[in-house]
């Protein structure tokens, strides 16, 4: 089993930046994709980054050049570096990790979550 658990949501203004966190417990060896997703009040929760146990990485369009997708594999931690973050940007932000060999923005294919952490953009 594998647990994952955020940390590093808060509330910034327009233009600030937040760095995410999730560190990852119990059988990760096999883990070959984590990636964060987020979900805005009265919206579907949506893929924002992905990184492979390899080093690749994908994002969402919205999100491409503001925010970047990191890890520190002994820490068994991966991170979500946030900048000029705007009001849309506003969500839950859930981790997410996959054994499976391929990675993807859509959450269906992701095996383990955590519970999310909150990121409030004022403008």
């Known amino acids: 089993q594998v647990q994952l658990v955020e940390s590093g949501g ?3 203004q327009a233009g600030g930046s937040l760095r995410l966190s999730c560190a990852a417990s119990g ?3 096999n883990m070959y994709c984590m990636g964060w997703f987020r979900q805005a009040p009265g919206k579907d929760r ?6 492979t ?3 690749s990485t994908g994002y969402a369009i919205s999100v491409k050049g503001r925010f970047t997708i990191s890890k520190d594999n002994a820490k068994n931690t991966h991170y979500l570096q946030m900048n000029s973050l705007t009001p849309e940007d506003t969500g839950m ?8 060999n391929y990675c993807t923005l859509k959450e ?6 955590g519970k999310g952490t909150l990121v409030t953009i004022s403008s």
């Open 10 to 12: 808060g509330s910034v």
């Open 27 to 29: 059988y990760t060896g």
């Open 46 to 51: 949506e893929g924002v980054a992905y990184i």
């Open 53 to 55: 146990s390899g080093g």
């Open 93 to 100: 932000y859930y981790c997410a990790g996959r054994s499976g």
């Open 108 to 113: 269906d294919v992701m095996d383990y979550w």
